[in-house]
């Protein structure tokens, strides 16, 4: 178990909140909004988001559009790392670096995408913060439906970078 900084205590509170989650949806990632993508839970190894099977993020095969999948997946990996470069001086960037996934079943009702991979996030921006070295991490991330269907699978690898003094 880890204990947040402050900031990034107060960050987990803040993305906690429906509302203000919304406003930075609609500053910072305004088509996750349009999507109608949610935050249902955040803590040091855990991150769920979900998207809706509605009108907006369905593709012609009626189910849920690929890029919209990927969207809410990247969410659930972005969101721990978020929160552990959050309080380092000097910062610590992030960008992802590598994308794979899978698509087993047609995504037709709200998909939860869970990741617990939260740790690695930490775990690499301590060791950038040790060595001065950009640190990367992969976080597996896992689509399903509300009855348990697996419908699609990402890994997203993340590169940590310590910002110049």
């Known amino acids: 178990m880890i204990t947040l900084n402050p900031k990034q205590e107060k960050l987990k509170q803040q993305v906690s909140s429906p ?19 949610r935050l249902r839970h955040i803590d040091e190894n855990k991150c769920v988001t979900s998207v809706p099977f509605k009108w907006l993020t369905k593709n012609p095969f009626k189910s849920i559009y690929f890029a919209v999948q990927s969207m809410a997946a990247e969410l659930s990996t972005a969101t721990a790392c978020l929160l552990a470069v959050q309080g380092h001086n000097p910062s610590v960037a992030f960008i992802i670096v590598d994308l794979k996934a899978t698509f087993g079943k047609k995504a037709t009702g709200s998909v939860y995408f869970t990741c617990e991979d939260g740790m690695k996030a930490f775990d690499a921006v301590n060791k950038t913060i040790e060595t001065g070295e950009a640190q990367t991490a992969t976080f597996k991330t896992i689509g ?12 997203f690898t993340w590169s940590f970078k310590q910002r110049s003094k």
Request: charged fraction near 25%.
């Open 19 to 37: 509302w203000k989650f919304g406003l930075f949806l609609l500053t910072e990632l305004p088509m996750g909004l349009v999507a109608g993508m």
């Open 144 to 155: 399903k439906m509300k009855d348990g269907t697996v419908v699609s699978e990402f890994e």
